[in-house]
């Protein structure tokens, strides 16, 4: 039966505290989850950006 590497394993890290440009450098399996929701927060913004300034050309 095979160990579990090091990189597999939980590292207790509370990822919502690193910032981007570092979490995206990280490899960690247990780093992937907050990767997603970065990911997913940022897009959404940029669809409610979107929303905005189209519904203010259209107030124009």
Do not use: I
Request: net charge positive; aromatic share 4%; with cysteine.
């Amino acid at each position: 039966m095979e160990k579990p590497t090091a990189a597999a394993e939980p590292t207790g890290c509370d990822w919502r505290d690193v910032p981007n440009a570092e979490l995206n450098g990280d490899r960690r399996s247990d780093a992937y989850a907050e990767k997603r929701r970065q990911s997913h927060v940022c897009s959404n913004v940029a669809n409610r950006r979107m929303e905005l300034v189209l519904s203010c050309r259209s107030l124009s």
